[in-house]
């Protein structure tokens, strides 16, 4: 049996280090968690959680590019309430759980010192802090993925029936999390047929992933089906080379950062990386006690990345959180090279800007209304509380529909539809609202036996086109009164005909 008496034991050696960083991962995620409004995506996840079980597994996730896991694991929280802090405590605490698991990875990988670094650097990232509290499903993805790479490690040395059970079950449960963790599956399997190369590794590990089949048959013609829609039509623009650098200084620095600081956070966080793939590359060439450690966190960071960007050359699907799973390997890498190489107080100099970058990043998250989320849920609530029985809310792009659908659901709301000559090249897949939305509508059909009418605009995409519609109603209708909450533009009609 896995023996939970020595974990503990082995976790209390460092207990002042790892509890307070492990206190500190949870008081950084549960910060601030309900501040922020729900956004689009946020919004969809809502709405899919609220559909009765079955219909979510059979027919909703169908048409989305997930599986169903986070959406019934949210589900469950909503039990507790649908309140901003609720709907993100799943995500909060995937990553507080990821975070311990990847301070084992390093801790069986190398020894206490790297885990508890290479945790660090995953505490307070504020790509990772983002992550973990967004109502989606990359916290949980992040979490499952530690857990079976652990498992991995774990049962390679010591051909634990208990260990490969673990690996197993975690491995099934993000594959039904997301499909992003298929590439690290890959790299699994390349480093057992390529690094380990023991007969009973491979034997096991094949049994391993014969099961994990087995047990995701059930899914697999939805898998095929989601792929299709994928390759059919998807709204990510096209892969460059450069966007493997800017995503390993990603990893690090996130998105809250104005222009010249992001250009400052590459530049320094692409120095460490390189450095320490240096030093890993004097290891591997010196045979270090290291060397297979190392080579399998290189697998694991670079299969994800490498082989995501090269399909994204077909269709692109290359974005941080396409491979974020890379992040964790990437970490571990860095926490080595910062304790671990002979000249360590080098490393540790250089990293020191990355290190204050990152902190900027993490005030900026926190602190700076330029980087939060729209104000969906003050602007719902204006609408909410002005709104007369009958009226109609009007939204010229998903990026106001969908919040205003979780927060205002006892006021119809109906998307323009867009002209397809205007319409954006790389528009996001409507399969899935579809789902549980009605159709597009035309303003015609929209404002059809109504007294009045909410245009509500948040400037997110298609800028132009979205305009356009404040110009068509303003031409058409009476404009009775208009407000500004949080930059989102809500414009109140009567629907009575202009005479031109």
């Excluded at 700076?368 to 009007?394: L, S, T």
């Amino acid at each position: 049996m896995i023996d939970l008496k020595t974990i503990l034991h082995r976790l209390t050696e460092y207990q002042y280090w790892t509890w307070w960083l492990l206190g500190l991962t949870l008081v950084l995620r549960l910060f601030h968690l309900g501040a922020w409004s729900f956004w689009e995506d946020e919004a969809l996840t809502i709405l899919l959680a609220r559909q009765p079980v079955s219909a979510l597994i059979a027919i909703i996730t169908a048409a989305d590019v997930h599986p169903p896991l986070y959406f019934l694991l949210v589900k469950a929280f909503m039990l507790f309430g649908q309140s901003e802090f609720i709907i993100r405590l799943p995500s909060a605490l995937c990553s507080t759980g990821a975070v311990l698991t990847l301070y084992l990875i390093g801790r069986d990988l190398f020894d206490e010192q790297v885990g508890l670094v290479g945790a660090l650097l995953m505490t307070i990232s504020p790509l990772q802090l983002f992550y973990a509290q967004e109502a989606r499903v990359y916290a949980q993805l992040l979490l499952f993925t530690g857990l079976s790479s652990w498992a991995f490690i774990r049962a390679l040395d010591s051909h634990s029936n208990r260990w490969w059970g673990l690996f197993i079950v975690s491995t099934i449960l993000v594959c039904y999390t997301a499909y992003f963790a298929f590439p690290v599956v890959l790299a699994m399997a390349l480093y057992v047929l390529l690094i380990d190369r023991r007969w009973k590794s491979i034997w096991r590990f094949g049994l391993s992933m014969a099961v994990i089949a087995g047990l995701y048959l059930p899914w697999l013609g939805v898998l095929f089906f989601q792929t299709r829609s994928v390759l059919a039509s998807f709204w990510i623009e096209p892969a460059h080379p450069l966007i493997l650098l800017t995503t390993l200084s990603g990893f690090f620095v996130g998105i809250s950062l104005p222009a010249f600081w992001i250009a400052v956070s590459l530049a320094v966080t692409l120095m460490i990386i390189f450095v320490v793939l240096n030093n890993v590359r004097h290891a591997l060439a010196q045979g270090s006690h290291d060397s297979q450690a190392l080579i399998w966190l290189l697998l694991w960071a670079f299969v994800p990345l490498l082989g995501i960007y090269f399909v994204s050359l077909v269709r692109p699907i290359f974005q941080l959180r396409t491979v974020i799973t890379a992040s964790l390997p990437i970490y571990l890498l860095v926490s080595w090279g910062l304790v671990r190489v002979p000249r360590k107080r080098l490393n540790q100099w250089l990293f020191l800007p990355t290190l204050i970058v990152m902190v900027i990043s993490l005030f900026n998250f926190y602190f700076d209304p330029a980087y939060a989320k729209p104000a969906w849920r003050e602007a719902a609530a204006y609408v909410r509380e002005h709104a007369q029985p009958n009226d109609i809310g009007i939204h010229t792009s998903d990026g106001s529909f969908l919040p205003f659908l979780a927060y205002a659901p006892n006021i119809e709301h109906v998307r323009l539809l867009q002209d397809s000559a205007n319409a954006p090249d790389n528009s996001r897949p409507q399969a899935i609202i579809m789902a549980i939305t009605s159709s597009r509508q035309s303003a015609e059909e929209a404002t059809q036996g109504r007294q009045r009418a909410w245009l509500i605009i948040g400037l997110d995409r298609d800028i132009e086109y979205q305009l356009s519609q404040k110009e068509y109603f303003d031409h058409q209708y009476s404009l009775l009164n208009e407000a500004e909450v949080g930059a989102v533009y809500i414009f109140e009609y009567t629907l009575d005909k202009k005479s031109h």
